[in-house]
């Protein structure tokens, strides 16, 4: 039980440094400001881009949109079974039966990409002069050629990228809360590892994105610190949450709670993956089958780890 519990320590040591690391290497090398990047380096970092939206597009569906469904599915499970054993009737049994088949997981999911949605609409509306300026990266989108054809549609406005930025963050640390809560409730040291390392490979791609993403949308320096030290600090909190209940089952109301935190967070994370993420990375014309072998490789990396996730 000793070597267990000093096992999940390391673990928790390992997640924090891990991804302070990851997440630093963008904003404290000033080799990854695309701003005063030129000629091939601009492009290497476009393409770096690409591979880090492909990763961003795998966390959402093959790691957070899949946990949160196989937990709202088990959660709906354990009701089903509740009610079968306090109700008995062949008419309750075909309502229960119809209820249960409804995709619950897909709903809350769902809600949580209109949720950003609407925090989104409430905002330009509130603040009509947000969606002014949205002709950013002109040298970019403004003058260019795209099969043959003079294009000046703008990109998102800038002033969304905070708003956004800041979902992506809100997200993911409910995620990682979740992830370190699994790691700490592992009963034995190979699950402990093998599932830690798993979080360690995707986590520590994910967060490496997040810091070039705060790079991109000019976010200051102390912010982009501060956010990242706060995405770093969720996996061990969620992982010392885990070892302080790690003898006994969640509670009925419990279980649920996380299982639909977890959708909402899935769902604002597609959204932000979507509409801010690819757009943003595949808005240029040159190169687009690089770019989409970029996006691939970047998924199928996600997709690869998902067999231990």
């Not at 109700?87 to 997981?105: F, H, M, Q, R, W």
């Not at 501060?226 to 992982?239: E, H, K, Q, R, T």
Request: charged share 15%.
């Amino acid at each position: 039980m000793e070597s267990l519990l000093g096992v999940k320590i390391g673990c928790l040591f390992g997640l924090l440094a891990i991804t302070l690391t990851c997440g630093l290497i963008p904003i404290c090398f000033k080799w990854f400001q695309i701003a005063e990047a030129t000629g091939r380096h601009r492009r290497v970092l476009s393409l770096l881009g690409c591979i880090s939206a492909g990763v961003f597009l795998g966390a959402g569906f093959m790691h957070m949109t899949a946990e949160a469904l196989e937990g709202i599915e088990s959660e709906i499970q354990k009701f089903e079974v509740q009610n079968r054993t306090e109700i008995k009737g062949n008419s309750s049994d075909a309502t229960d039966s119809a209820l249960v088949e409804y995709p619950y997981g897909e709903l809350i999911i769902s809600l949580g990409f209109f949720s950003v949605f609407l925090l989104e609409s409430l905002a330009l509306q509130c603040c009509p002069g947000a969606a002014e300026g949205s002709t950013v990266q002109k040298e970019e989108w403004g003058g260019t050629h795209i099969f043959g054809f003079h294009s000046h549609e703008p990109l998102p406005s800038p002033s969304r990228g905070p708003l956004r930025a800041l979902v992506l963050l809100l997200s993911l640390s409910f995620h990682s809360v979740f992830e370190g809560l699994a790691v700490g409730l592992q009963p034995t040291i190979a699950a402990t590892i093998q599932l830690c390392l798993a979080v360690l490979a995707h986590k520590g791609l994910v967060v490496f994105g997040i810091g070039l993403r705060l790079v991109k949308i000019g976010t200051g320096s102390r912010w982009a610190l501060f956010s990242i030290l706060l995405l770093a600090l969720m996996s061990p909190l969620g992982l010392a949450l885990g070892l302080t209940v790690a003898g006994g089952d969640p509670e009925g109301g419990q279980g649920l709670a996380q299982a639909v935190l977890e959708g909402v967070a899935a769902g604002t994370f597609l959204y932000v993956t979507f509409l801010e993420i690819l757009p943003r990375e595949l808005a240029g014309p040159e190169a687009p089958l690089t770019k989409w072998s970029c996006v691939a490789v970047g998924f199928a990396f996600m997709a690869f780890i998902a067999l231990w996730a």
